[in-house]
């Protein structure tokens, strides 16, 4: 349940809602809105209480209307936001008609690989330029980033090319580091139910990509965005990049075109798709890259190395700087196509 307020609702009347709520010992939760200031009712309703409580909210002085929300998350749902959330950093916008392309290399391993790669995503029309500093490995061996050194070359290369960076953070400690650095926070698959690291990251109140665990439903993935909307950031962009697959003999994951419409109807959140991850394979990630766009998506993350042979991480799933400029004039015509820009 949400209890929205009057624009000229006054501290007394709020407080007056709030004791109201909390007299059935239920959980209140002050909640900003579109244009209202909103109460949201955190605890479960029992049904033989939410038509009296429904009324005796509506009559107080200063509330406007009430509004009943059936899903477990609040600030994620569109049943609390209906107008879908835009926001931008330096010149671009996200969450808009523009369709938004990040792109770079699974890891930052060198300066001039950061730098060939920052200047060939640029050129061909990313707006945003991805590179891991820190990378969770499945195996110990594996290369794990640059760490500090990695962030540093992000803002380098960033501030060089005047594009936008991402990278990812894996623990509450480094989300002050890592949002130091870089434009937007990324929290990856591995971490979406790290809730600590969700928290730190909502307080910090830094533009964070949210990816899906591969085993996530929807409602466990928007609950996970609820986290970061309920500790401080609106600026969240939710991330599918793919669920595990039936058959691992032809690609790495199952990019879950169908969570796009879904999450798009469900959520006032911009959309992004992550294919390489999705599929694993290069040859796959362009055509799933424009599957996306046309499901609706807002937007595509796409790893592409100089050299992707050599690439200490990921290098099967990246395309090459020529192979990333040929998909872009594709998905400029699938994005005309259905009436997005890019």
């Given amino acids: 349940?949400?209890?929205?307020?009057?624009?000229?609702?006054?501290?007394?009347?709020?407080?007056?809602?709030?004791?109201?709520?909390?007299?059935?010992?239920?959980?209140?939760?002050?909640?900003?809105?579109?244009?209202?200031?909103?109460?949201?009712?955190?605890?479960?309703i029992p049904p033989d209480l939410r038509d009296v409580l429904t009324q005796a909210l509506s009559v107080l002085p200063g509330v406007d209307h009430v509004v009943q929300i059936s899903r477990p998350y609040k600030l994620a749902s569109r049943e609390f936001r209906r107008v879908s959330t835009k926001f931008s950093l330096k010149d671009v916008e996200f969450g808009g008609e523009r369709v938004i392309v990040m792109a770079g290399p699974c890891s930052v391993e060198t300066r001039d690989q950061i730098h060939e790669s920052a200047q060939a995503v640029?050129?061909?029309?990313?707006?945003?330029?991805?590179?891991?500093?820190?990378?969770?490995?499945?195996?110990?061996?594996?290369?794990?980033?640059?760490?500090?050194?990695?962030?540093?070359?992000?803002?380098?290369?960033?501030?060089?090319?005047?594009?936008?960076?991402?990278?990812?953070?894996?623990?509450?400690?480094?989300?002050?580091?890592?949002?130091?650095?870089?434009d937007i926070l990324q929290i990856g698959a591995r971490n979406m139910q790290n809730y600590s690291l969700l928290i730190a990251a909502?307080?910090?109140?830094?533009?964070?990509?949210?990816?899906?665990?591969?085993?996530?439903?929807?409602?466990?993935?928007?609950?996970?965005?609820?986290?970061?909307?309920?500790?401080?950031?609106?600026?969240?962009?939710?991330?599918?990049?793919?669920?595990?697959p039936l058959d691992r003999a032809y690609a790495r994951n199952t990019l879950d075109l169908n969570a796009v419409p879904v999450l798009k109807q469900i959520s006032h959140l911009p959309v992004i798709t992550d294919p390489s991850h999705g599929v694993g394979v290069a040859r796959y990630v362009p055509a799933m890259a424009k599957a996306s766009i046309a499901a609706g998506a807002d937007g595509v993350i796409i790893e592409v190395h100089p050299d992707p042979k050599s690439a200490l991480s990921d290098g099967a799933q990246s395309l090459t700087p020529a192979q990333f400029e040929e998909m872009m004039k594709d998905l400029r015509k699938v994005a005309q196509a259905v009436g997005r820009e890019m």
């Fill in 1 to 44: 349940m949400m209890v929205l307020m009057n624009r000229e609702a006054t501290t007394s009347q709020v407080d007056a809602v709030i004791g109201r709520i909390e007299a059935h010992k239920m959980q209140a939760l002050r909640l900003p809105g579109d244009e209202h200031l909103a109460i949201g009712v955190a605890s479960a």
């Fill in 202 to 244: 909502g307080k910090s109140g830094h533009p964070t990509l949210l990816k899906r665990g591969p085993s996530a439903s929807i409602d466990e993935f928007l609950l996970a965005a609820e986290y970061l909307l309920h500790h401080g950031t609106e600026r969240v962009m939710l991330c599918e990049r793919g669920v595990h």
């Fill in 122 to 182: 640029k050129s061909a029309g990313a707006q945003v330029l991805r590179g891991g500093a820190y990378k969770p490995r499945t195996s110990p061996y594996a290369f794990q980033g640059l760490g500090p050194e990695g962030l540093q070359l992000l803002q380098e290369v960033g501030k060089e090319y005047d594009i936008l960076t991402v990278s990812e953070v894996m623990s509450p400690e480094d989300v002050s580091l890592v949002a130091a650095h870089v």
